[in-house]
C-alpha cells in the first residue's frame, strides 16, 4: 500500500485514514477504530484504523494525520506496511488507574510515553485523565507523574545556582504581570528566561501577548543567548518540547470543562523543573473562574505545591490573591500588550490595579531568590518607575526580534452601563468568553477594553467596555452572546 | 460557506473539518476543537471543529463528517451559517457524575438524547462512560437510564402477550445457540422475534453468523410479517434503532477494554424491552474472557438482571453456564454457521456441546414461558430430532430472504499438537484474537476450526485447530500471533 499525505491535523492522536471498500476487500483482518501499524523503511508509527469513502484516500493508498506522517518520516508514496497492532504496554496501567490503583514512577514512565508519542487514541486518554481526577493522585504519584513528564521532553539548563521562575494558576481575564514581573528581576540581576505559554482556555496567554510585540518562538540556542546578555527572556515554552504530555491531556480536559488537580499541579511542576527554574514564586488567585474558588482550596493548592516542588528540588512560594475580577484594561493579545508597555513605560493612564500586582509579585520573586531580605517592593517599584524595566524589557524585545504590535481590530462596538450605579462584581468567565467570540486570541487585535473595575460608580450611558473584532461576523458572536447573558457578566447595584 | 460532503466516517461523532488558513483568515471567533453549529434552511447540527490543511477541505467550504452531514439534510454546496455553539446542556449533568453525583430520570434523557445526536465528541462519550464505570449505577439510576435509552430509539410492538427472547452475555468463542433456541422455540408456538447484534469485539456475532446464510436486514414491517408468518425471525437488531445510545457507547468500551456493569445492564434490559419481548432467558457464561470470571460475580449479575427486568416489566430468568472454554467447532461467521445446519440437521458429526447447551437452553425458555411446566428439555429435544425445528429454520431463512453459504477462506493453516497429552485448558480470548486476525467476522469465510476440547486428549502432530483466511497476509497475521502467544493458548499436560 502506498502512504498518502492527506493534510488533516488530528493533533497528536495518530490516525490512519483508509477507504471502506478497501478494508474490506483486501481482508486485512482489519476493523475500524483498530490500532494498526503502519512501516516503511524500518521505522513504524501506531495508528487509530478510521475509514473513510469518496476520493479522500484513493484505492492502494493508506492516509497518515499529519503528526503521524511526519513521525513517520516517509514520502508521500511511499510502499508501507499495514498490519495489526497490539495494544500499548500502557494499556494494562490505564486499566489499573481505572480500577482506582495505585501506580508507580515506572507505571508514569510507560503511559506518558505512549502518549506523547501518540499511541493513545483520545479515548484512552480521556479515561487516564477522568480517572485520575476522580481517584486524585497520592503525594508519590504525582512525584512519578512529574519526573516521568521531564523525561519525556527536552529540558532547559542554565549556568547558575538561581533560576527564577513565575507561575499563576489562571483564571483571571487580563492579569498579564508576567512581562513586568520578569523585566524587574532581569534588570535587577536575575537569572530569570521566562516560558510561557499559549491560551488554552482563555482569551490570551502570555505568549500570545509577547507575540505582538517580539518573535517569541526561539531555539534553545537562541533563550540560551538572550538569558547569557540579558539574563532573562520572554519565550513560548511550547516550542520547546519541555514536558509535551501537558499539552495533550489539556486537550481533552479543555472540551471537559474540567481541570484535574493533581494532574494540573503535575503539569506545572514538570514544566518548570524541565526549564531549569529553581525558584518559582507561583500566583493563585481565588474567586469566581479561577481554579481556587475558595479561600480554603487555593491555601490547599499553596501547600501541596509547595510540598512536592520541594520533593522536587523545587523551591515554590505560594501567594494567594484576589481572583474575583479582571485585572487591567485589555483582554486579548493587544489590548494586553498596550496595558504592559502602559505599565513598563510609567504611563499616567496605566491600569493601577495590574501595576501593583505586578510589583508585589515581582518583589516577593526578589525576596525568594534572595535578593533582597525584605525590601522587595521597594526595590522592584524603584526599578519600574525609573526605567530600567522598560530599557530592560525593550533588550529583550530587540534581541529576540522586535514587532510592531498590529492594529487593534477594526470592528468596534461600546457596551454602556444601563443606569447609575456602583459595580459590585464582574464575571471573569462571562468578560473571557466575550473576548473569546470576538476573536481572542486567534484574531490578536481581537477582545475587550475593559473601562471600570469593581467599586466604581457608573452613569447610565457611561462606557462599560469596548468590543474589538477583525470582522463582523465575530462583533456580532460576541454582542449577541453579551445581550443574552450580560445581565450577569457586570453587576450595577 | 458552502457545505461540502466530504465522506469521513467518524461514526456518530459529529466532526466539521475546515481548513486552518480559513480559518484564521476569516476571524470567525472560533479555535479547533470548538464545538460549532452549522445550519442551512432552518436545519442545524452541533459538530467538533477540525482543522485540516491542503485540498481536502477546499477555501470557502466546510466539510462535515458523514452522519452530520446527513443530519443537516443539504446538498452539496448549499450556503451553510457557522458559527460557535454553547456547550449542550448536558455537559453539566456530565460534570455532575464524572463528581460522583447520583443522576436523575431526566437528567439520563438529556444525556442520552445529546449522545444520540452525536452531540458528545469521543471525548465527553469516554468520560461519562469512565465515571459511570467508576462510581456504578444505583438501581435507580439504571432504571432511569434504560427508559432514557428505550425512548431514544424505535420500539417493536407485538401482538401477544407473551414475547420471548434470549440473550447471552458473551466472551465464550463458537457459543451459537441463538438460531437453534429460536427455531426450536417458533417450532414450539413460542413468538420469538429474535433481534441480534454484529460481533463488537468478537470474531462473530449472532447477526453475522446468520447473515452467511438469510438477509438479516429487515424492516420492521419485514420483522413484523415473518413473525405473523413463522412466529419467529432471525434478524440483525442494529438496523431498527432500538435504544441507540448503546452502540456509541461500546464504541469507547471497545478500545479500552472495559465493561461498565451497570451500561451493560442497561443496554441489555433497553434493547430487549425496546425489542418489545417480554421473557428473556439470559446466558450466563462464567470462566476466563467472560462478563463473570468467577461463579460469584455471575450469580449477582443473575441477580441483579432479574430485579431490574422486575421493575421494567421484563420476566428475566438468568443461567450460569460453563464458559471456560469455546464450544462448538467454529469461530467465525461461515464456521460458526456451519456448525448450527449440522445440529438442525442433526448430522452425526454435529457438536454435541453446542447441541446440548441449546437444548438445554430452549428447554428453559419454553418453562420461562408457561409452554410446559417442567418438560422443557424434552419437547425441546423432540423437536430438534424430528426435524421441526430445521424445518422452522429453512421457512423463517425463505421468507427473511435465503443466501447459499460463501466458502471457507481458501488460505488454510493447520496447528497441530506438539505432545502428547490432554487438553486442560483453552484460552477464550487467544483463540478468539486468531480467529479475529485471521479476518473474522469481516471476512465471513475467515476464523478457527476447533478440533479438540477441554478433557480430550491429543497425540503429538494430530489436529488442534485449523485456520481459514481470505489472504494470505491475514493467515500470516494470525499465524504469527499464536507463535507467540499460543503456550498459553491451549494448555496439553
Redesign the interface.
Known amino acids: 500500500m502506498r502512504l498518502k ?7 497528536r492522536e495518530s490516525i490512519a ?1 483508509l477507504d ?1 471498500d478497501e ?2 476487500s ?8 483498530d ?1 494498526i501499524m503502519v512501516s516503511a523503511n524500518g521505522r513504524s508509527v501506531l495508528a ?1 484504523l ?7 484516500v484513493p484505492k492502494g493508498t493508506i492516509g497518515l494525520s ?1 503528526m503521524a506522517f511526519a513521525k513517520l518520516g516517509a514520502r508521500d508514496g511511499t510502499i508501507v506496511d499495514v ?2 497492532a497490539e ?1 500499548p504496554a500502557s ?1 494494562e496501567i ?2 489499573a488507574k ?1 480500577a ?1 490503583r495505585e501506580l508507580s514512577a515506572s507505571d508514569f514512565g510507560y503511559v506518558t510515553n505512549d502518549i506523547v508519542q501518540g499511541r493513545f ?4 486518554l ?2 487516564f485523565v ?2 485520575t ?3 486524585g493522585l497520592s503525594d508519590n504519584e504525582i512525584i512519578g507523574l512529574t519526573n516521568a513528564m521531564i523525561e519525556s521532553g527536552d529540558q532547559l539548563k542554565f549556568d547558575s545556582k538561581i533560576v527564577a521562575d513565575k507561575h499563576c494558576t489562571g483564571g483571571v481575564p487580563g492579569n498579564r504581570t508576567t512581562p513586568i514581573v520578569a523585566s524587574i528581576g532581569a534588570a535587577a540581576g536575575l537569572v530569570i528566561p521566562k516560558t510561557s505559554s499559549r491560551s488554552v482556555t482563555s482569551p490570551a496567554g502570555t505568549a500570545d501577548t509577547m507575540e505582538v510585540l517580539m518573535d517569541v518562538e526561539l531555539s534553545p540556542a537562541r533563550i540560551y543567548d538572550v538569558v547569557r546578555r540579558e539574563s532573562g527572556c520572554l519565550a513560548w515554552g511550547g516550542a520547546l518540547n519541555l514536558a509535551p504530555a501537558d499539552d495533550m491531556i489539556i ?2 480536559e ?5 481541570d484535574a488537580e493533581s494532574l494540573m499541579i503535575s503539569s506545572i511542576l514538570a514544566k518548570k523543573k524541565a526549564a531549569g527554574s529553581t525558584h518559582v514564586l507561583l500566583d493563585i488567585p481565588s474567586g469566581l473562574g479561577t481554579k481556587a474558588e475558595t479561600a480554603e482550596k487555593a491555601e490547599r493548592l499553596k501547600q501541596r505545591f509547595q510540598h512536592l516542588g520541594s520533593r522536587l528540588g523545587l523551591n515554590i512560594r505560594g501567594l494567594l490573591t484576589n481572583g474575583s475580577q479582571p485585572i487591567g484594561n485589555g483582554i486579548g493579545p493587544v489590548l494586553e500588550a498596550q496595558d504592559v508597555i502602559k505599565i513598563l513605560r510609567n504611563d499616567p493612564d496605566a491600569p493601577r490595579d495590574l501595576r501593583e500586582k505586578s510589583l508585589y509579585l515581582a518583589g516577593e520573586l526578589l525576596e525568594l531568590t534572595g535578593t533582597t531580605r525584605d525590601e522587595g517592593y521597594a526595590i522592584a517599584e524603584r526599578i519600574l518607575s525609573t526605567g530600567q524595566a522598560f530599557e530592560k524589557f525593550e533588550r529583550i524585545r530587540s534581541l529576540q526580534g522586535r514587532r510592531e504590535s498590529p492594529p487593534l481590530g477594526g470592528h468596534i462596538q461600546d457596551v454602556m452601563s444601563e443606569k447609575y450605579g456602583r459595580i459590585t462584581a464582574i464575571n471573569n468567565r462571562l468578560i473571557a468568553r466575550v473576548a ?4 481572542a486570541p ?2 490578536p487585535g ?1 477582545g475587550v477594553y475593559l473601562a471600570k473595575h469593581v467599586n466604581e460608580t457608573v452613569d447610565s450611558r457611561q462606557l462599560l467596555f469596548r468590543l474589538y ?3 463582523d ?2 462583533l456580532a ?2 454582542t449577541r452572546y453579551w445581550e443574552e447573558k450580560g445581565d450577569v457578566g457586570i453587576t450595577i447595584s
Chains 1, 2 share one sequence.
Not at 499525505?5 to 493533533?11: K, P, S
Open positions: 499525505r492527506i493534510g488533516i491535523d488530528t493533533r485514514f471502506d478494508l474490506t483486501r481482508a486485512l483482518g482489519l476493523h475500524p477504530m490500532r487509530v478510521n475509514t473513510v469513502e469518496g476520493t479522500v499529519n498490519g495489526p495494544p494499556m490505564l486499566r481505572m482506582g487514541s483520545k479515548i484512552e480521556t479515561a477522568v480517572s481526577m476522580i481517584f486537550q481533552v479543555h472540551p471537559l470543562g474540567i473569546q467570540l470576538a476573536g486567534h484574531n481581537a473584532a477583525e470582522s461576523e465575530a458572536f460576541a
